[in-house]
């Protein structure tokens, strides 16, 4: 005696935790993108092992071409998210002063 399928289940969980995503992301301030970025590369890493394994473990091709989506696209995000954050520490960075030539020496 189901009153909500399962499939609309998934899905009401699904939409919240994109809302929730949404604000959370929004929310954050610029001092704590670098550590959100790294525990959002650990959390793909988690889904990438996730998704491997149900490609590996589906019989269905429908299933398995799901699976191999969602370890590319995972995949996707953990490298952009390494770029992201290589460049966001590269804007804190000590910029290199050039030594001064000397105008006045002559040999």
Known sequence: MDLISPTITNLIIFVLA???G???VWTVTPALHTPLMAVTNA???IVIVGAMLAAALTVTPTGKVFGVLAV???AVN???GFLVTRRMLE???KKDKKPAADKGASA
């Open 18 to 20: 994109i809302y929730v």
């Open 22 to 24: 949404y604000h959370v």
């Open 43 to 45: 959390v793909s890493a």
């Open 72 to 74: 590319a696209l995972a």
């Open 78 to 80: 953990v490298f952009g």
């Open 91 to 93: 804007m804190f960075r």
